[in-house]
């Protein structure tokens, strides 16, 4: 397994293969470098690397989890999960309880401006839910295409629509009269314009 030029042993802890150097590397310290005059390449291996190369693991080992990598689309979010662990992880957080992503203060904010779509239901299903849907769905399909469940919604439907019959009523004879009374009004303007002899 291979990130851009670094292999498995900067992501475990504890290397597949041993090797046996005859000469002692000296690994430098914290302490003998300075973060703002050092090169790029031991600022990444001393600084970000040992932080994020953890992460990256922990990330691939949800991953896995989350059986991303036998499907195209997961509800797993992997900056997500990396921002949550490194939040938690900062040394400055030591003692304090875990938070999660959206109660990070950052990403409260960040969210405020920038609102996310809703994620669709697809992808917070379970498999097991999921399934329980799809059979619900197909067990209700092959009970309406029995002919005396379709008599039976059919008399429900006119049931329903005889039930509204005397509102119906009503509204109809409500507009009858309202016709009338327009009618009978425009009569009487009529005669009223008419000169009496």
Avoid at 51 to 71: H, S, T
Avoid at 116 to 124: F, H, N
Wanted: glycine share 2%.
């Amino acid at each position: 397994m291979a990130f851009h030029g670094f292999n498995a042993e900067h992501i475990y802890s504890v290397p597949r293969l041993a090797k046996v150097s005859e000469v002692p590397c000296s690994q430098p310290t914290l302490e003998t470098i300075n973060p703002k005059t050092c090169s790029p390449k031991e600022y990444l291996e001393t600084f970000i690397f040992p932080v994020l190369l953890p992460g990256i693991a922990r990330l691939l080992q949800e991953a896995k989890k989350e059986k991303c990598f036998e499907r195209k689309r997961t509800r797993f979010v992997a900056c997500d999960f990396l921002t949550e662990w490194l939040y938690n992880q900062n040394p400055k957080k030591i003692g304090e309880p875990f938070t999660e992503l959206f109660s990070i203060p950052f990403v409260e904010e960040w969210l405020k401006d920038h609102p996310r779509p809703a994620i669709p239901l697809s992808l917070l299903l379970t498999e097991e839910a999921a399934a329980l849907y799809i059979q619900s769905f197909w067990r209700a399909y092959l009970v309406r295409c029995d002919p005396e469940i379709q008599g039976l919604r059919q008399w429900q439907k006119k049931l329903r629509e005889d039930k509204y019959i005397r509102q119906r009523v009503n509204a109809f004879w409500a507009k009858q009269e309202q016709k009338v009374k327009c009618k009978m009004e425009d009569e009487e303007e009529a005669a009223a314009k008419i000169p009496q002899t």
